[in-house]
């Protein structure tokens, strides 16, 4: 009897051993969602610390409710299917948070800096006035492209906005204008630059520079912080992240949320210890390579 009763107990706390086991796994994705980035150096520290309070929410619940560890994973495991079911936060969501959890050493070792070269090989005049021209053209209190950069700011990653604040709105609108925009050359004869406006009612179609005057406006329409950088037959847009801490939590949200992509590299100009990234059409990721080094001119909006 008493040797039955021995082989029940271990049984029962090999069970238990196993269900802790389930219960941390899509706890610690969770609970990493409302925890605000913590970068130390090179180290994204959050994400540990979301692993280590999973395992210590559930030895607790081990330790002082057995009998609710079974229930709990249950529980969890239905809400995950159901949010699966419904595009809600379900299991590709959680081995999505779990990638990143375990790149947690990112730092500068994956970031490259190219460096800026201004090179003004124009006249004063064309090119005065072209960045005259192209300033012009953003008009960010506009209605139509307010409603328009709130509505898709809001549209993705709106469930990490607790870890991540007004980064997500800023990465939820740049998903949204470059997974839609669609490349229609201008006239080989005529230069046109359209508003972010003309470029909306026109489906997201247009130019390099149609794209750069939609970014930069949509963005700054969020309270964003963009600029236009003008290269050889190529205009492209870019965010400014802040100082280097500020970087740094761009970087891991970028990492985090477009863990999809093939991100190799953090491609960014500093000056003055703030640091813009590359939010250009060709980039599938906030901070994706650049087409150009050369630079004819920044125009600060």
Same mark, same amino acid.
């Given at each position: ?15 238990? %051993?196993? =269900? ?34 999973? /395992?210590?929410? +559930?030895?607790?619940? =081990? $330790? *002082?409710? &057995?009998?609710?560890? *079974? ?14 079911? +419904?595009?809600? @936060?379900?299991? /590709?969501?959680?081995?999505?948070? @779990? ?13 490259? !800096?190219?460096?800026? %070269? ?6 004063? /005049?064309?090119?005065?006035? +072209?960045?005259?021209?192209? $300033?012009?053209? %953003? ?6 492209? $307010? ?11 709106? #469930? @990490? ?6 980064? %997500? &709105? ?18 080989? $004869?005529? #230069?046109?630059?359209?508003?972010? &406006? ?39 847009? !870019? ?21 999809? #992509? ?16 590359? *939010?250009?059409?060709?980039? &599938?990721?906030? /901070? ?14």
């Amino acid at each position: 009897m008493n040797q039955a009763q021995d082989k029940y107990g271990h049984t029962r706390k090999v069970l238990l %051993v196993i =269900l802790s086991i389930i219960a941390v796994i899509p706890l610690a994705p969770l609970i990493n969602r409302y925890i605000p980035p913590l970068v130390l150096g090179d180290w994204n520290l959050d994400l540990t610390v979301s692993i280590i309070l999973a /395992g210590v929410l +559930t030895f607790l619940t =081990l $330790r *002082l409710f &057995r009998f609710l560890l *079974l229930p709990a994973v249950g529980l969890l495991i239905l809400v995950l299917i159901y949010n699966q079911l +419904t595009n809600g @936060y379900g299991f /590709g969501n959680m081995l999505r948070d @779990y990638k990143t959890m375990v790149q947690n050493n990112w730092g500068k070792k994956e970031q490259k !800096e190219i460096d800026l %070269v201004l090179r003004p090989t124009f006249f004063d /005049g064309p090119l005065t006035k +072209t960045v005259k021209s192209l $300033r012009s053209k %953003v008009h960010a209190n506009d209605s139509l492209v $307010r409603n328009y950069a709130v509505k898709h700011s809001v549209a993705s990653f709106d #469930e @990490y906005y607790p870890k991540y604040g007004s980064q %997500v &709105r800023i990465l939820s609108l740049f998903k949204h204008i470059n997974s839609n925009f669609k490349y229609v050359s201008d006239s080989e $004869r005529d #230069e046109y630059f359209a508003t972010a &406006r003309e470029t909306i009612q026109n489906g997201l179609g247009g130019d390099c520079d149609d794209h750069t005057i939609l970014m930069v406006t949509c963005m700054k329409a969020i309270g964003a912080h963009c600029r236009m950088i003008l290269t050889d037959g190529h205009l492209y847009p !870019e965010l400014l992240c802040g100082d280097e801490k500020q970087f740094e939590m761009m970087q891991q949200a970028v990492i985090h949320l477009f863990g999809n #992509e093939a991100i190799d590299n953090m491609y960014y100009h500093e000056q003055n210890g703030q640091y813009w990234i590359n *939010l250009d059409y060709t980039a &599938r990721y906030p /901070g994706g390579p650049y087409v150009s080094e050369t630079a004819y001119a920044i125009i600060n909006l």
